[in-house]
Structures are given as C-alpha cells and as structure tokens.
C-alpha cells in the first residue's frame, strides 16, 4: 500500500535553515507529481510546494516563493523540502502528499518549529 513517511523537523530559529525529506513506497514513484502541505494550530493545511513527475516543473505557495525549495530523487522514491530563512509563521506539521487514482495519501507529518 502506498506509505509516505516525513523526517527531519524540529526546532530552529528564525532566519534559520531545515531540511525535510519524504520516503514513499506502494507506487511507482516517478509517474507522480508530489507535494508538501502544512498545517499550523488552528488553521487550515496549506499547499507548500509541488514538484511533476518527470518534467520536474516545481510550483510554489506564496508565502514560500524565493525560500524553499522542493526536489525529488525518483531513483531514491524520495521527496525533499529545503527550507531556509525559516519565520515564526512557517511554524507547522508538514506533511508529504501524493494524489493517486484520485485519492490523496499522506505521512504521519514531522513537526517544524520556528522560535527564538
């Protein structure tokens, strides 16, 4: 079954850098787009980024343009964020995602706090 399993949050100061990395299995991984999503207390979860299959054309949330970045290794199955210039408000749970067969799968999410 497919399986999508976030890591590297944690806590990081503003204007800092983080790396999160995304490991999916139970589908072909390179015929999928892939996305992140975040989700903050109380609000709403939020597209970050996407990255297409294999054109690798990337596409990205407002408040994220020019700071992170979204990249995909199909040899690995593997879907990363790089995050730099890190603010208050990036503070969330970001999850992995891919849409299959018009169902939407996702991680269990990994926890990005943004605090001095």
């Known amino acids: 079954q497919v399986q999508l399993v976030e890591s590297g949050g944690g806590l990081v100061q503003p204007g800092g850098s983080l790396g999160l990395s995304c490991a999916a299995s139970?589908?072909?991984?390179?015929?999928?787009?892939m996305s992140w999503y975040r989700q903050a207390p109380g609000k709403e979860r939020e597209l970050v980024a996407t990255?297409?299959?294999?054109?690798?054309?990337?596409d990205y949330g407002d408040s994220v343009k020019g700071r992170f970045t979204i990249s995909r290794d199909n040899a690995k199955n593997m879907v990363y964020l790089q995050m730099n210039s890190l603010k208050p408000e990036d503070t969330a749970v970001y999850y992995c995602?891919?849409?299959?067969?018009?169902?939407?799968?996702w991680g269990q999410g990994t926890q990005v706090t943004v605090s001095a």
């Open positions: 139970g589908f072909t991984f390179s015929t999928y787009a």
């Open positions: 995602n891919v849409r299959r067969y018009g169902n939407l799968y």
């Open positions: 990255i297409s299959n294999f054109s690798g054309r990337k």
